[in-house]
Nanobody, 115 residues
Framework: QEHLVESGGGLVQPGGSTRLSCVAS????????MDWYRQAPGKQRELVAE???????DYSDSARGRFTISRDNERNTVYLQMNALKPDDTAVYYC?????????WGQGTQVTVSS
């Protein structure tokens, strides 16, 4: 019933940009803290960006200055704008919603940065 559906992944060239979207359903979206994680094949899943219910944001060191997380509570959607992409950004990107009693994950979307 609770679903997070991501889109916007694909192949992008180094230095390029793309925007990921995650649409939530089955939850009261405005009450959830939202995160973007990523995981490369041989690496641990890492938190890339997060946004609170009030709109406060935070980023990993690698993302800061290049990525922007935002949310649209009217559309039940969280976004991750990614600029100045590098090959090291290649990973599966996951949307995550959390509240004090539960959390939910999206299916992930592949972002490949390569020329």
């Amino acid at each position: 019933q609770e679903h997070l559906v991501e889109s916007g992944g694909g192949l992008v060239q180094p230095g390029g940009s793309t925007r990921l979207s995650c649409v939530a359903s089955g939850i009261t979206f405005s009450m959830y803290h939202m995160d973007w994680y990523r995981q490369a094949p041989g690496k641990q899943r890492e938190l890339v960006a997060e946004i609170t219910t009030s709109g406060t944001t935070d980023y990993s060191d690698s993302a800061r200055g290049r990525f922007t997380i935002s949310r649209d509570n009217e559309r039940n959607t969280v976004y991750l704008q990614m600029n100045a992409l590098k090959p090291d950004d290649t990973a599966v990107y996951y949307c995550h919603a959390r509240i004090w009693y539960a959390d939910y994950w999206g299916q992930g979307t592949q972002v490949t940065v390569s020329s």
